[in-house]
């Protein structure tokens, strides 16, 4: 999920700044009137308005949109634990229905385990009440 906010992120900041630039560059010849010097400053406010007006639609595209078509639903994947064992780090990932555990490492990722979400909730209940037997 971070990674998906990540890239929809970096995405919108790419079309800002084409967008900017295109703005920027399109009204580039109309500041090369013969009023130069008394229209650069007019030309500038624009600018800086327009590229403004831009970020903030951007960032509200962003930050509002992607909830409301689905795209960035949450609760569907969940980390219930990571591990780091070296160069390599041991995932447990609530996957919908499912729990998943994988180590993910330099040559690649490996499937340790897959358990339904009942089976989980059992063996947390009964580590649960384990580890309070054992604290007594």
Do not use: C, N
């Not at 992120?9 to 010849?29: E, I, K, N, Q, Y």
């Not at 007019?42 to 930050?63: D, P």
């Not at 949109?65 to 634990?81: C, E, F, M």
Request: a positive charge.
């Amino acid at each position: 999920m971070v990674a998906y906010g990540l890239y929809t992120r970096l995405r919108a900041l790419r079309l800002f700044l084409s967008g900017a630039l295109t703005l920027f560059f399109l009204a580039v010849p109309a500041s090369a009137a013969s009023e130069f010097d008394a229209a650069f400053s007019g030309y500038v406010t624009r600018m800086i308005l327009a590229v403004a007006i831009l970020g903030l639609l951007g960032y509200a595209a962003v930050r509002f949109l992607p909830g409301r078509w689905g795209a960035g639903t949450r609760g569907h994947i969940k980390v219930l634990g990571m591990l780091s064992i070296g160069r390599d780090v041991i995932y447990i990932v609530r996957t919908g229905p499912e729990v998943v555990s994988f180590v993910s490492g330099r040559t690649g990722s490996t499937i340790l385990g897959r358990w339904s979400l009942e089976e989980w909730d059992d063996y947390e209940a009964a580590a649960s009440t384990r580890e309070s037997q054992l604290t007594e």
